[in-house]
């Protein structure tokens, strides 16, 4: 019976150095002037090949647009079980989006990167609109977006 139990102990302790943290996180998405209607937008994560992650977070409620953000519907399969409950309104010109999750510790510093598409009726759409790694040096930092995106950023806490 002690075996057993120290075993039982040994595998509970080599387990629990396995288990990931999570890190708030926070992405402020500013778009430009761009004198259109609300900007549908997809935040979502790329690996180190650049290849689709996970959703985190989609603008814009109507799904039959989200085609328009077009390498996250690539990447996603448009699957609704990749955007389910992590929707919200669209954003509209001039205004600034701020998106607070968790996530897994060790997608930091770990070849991840933050993408957002972005699309606007009528208007262009932009494939990576922002592309940026997932760095603790780059926590804080600014950069700019090739499309309606003015300007990003993401904050570990």
Known sequence: MKKILFALGLAAVMTVPGYAQAREVTFST????????????????????GKYHETLWISGEKSKYYKH????????G???AE???????SVTSGRTQNVTLELDDVMIDAGYQVRVDSAVEDMRDNRSDVVVP????????SIAGRGYVQSFVYNLK
């Open 69 to 76: 953000l077009r390498d996250w519907a690539r990447g996603s």
């Open 134 to 141: 997932l760095t603790t040096e780059g926590s804080g930092k």
């Open 83 to 89: 955007y389910d409950g992590l929707t919200g309104a």
């Open 30 to 49: 500013q778009l430009s002037n761009y004198g259109g209607d609300g900007a549908y937008l997809a935040l979502y994560l790329t690996d180190a090949d």
């Open 78 to 80: 448009l699957n609704q």
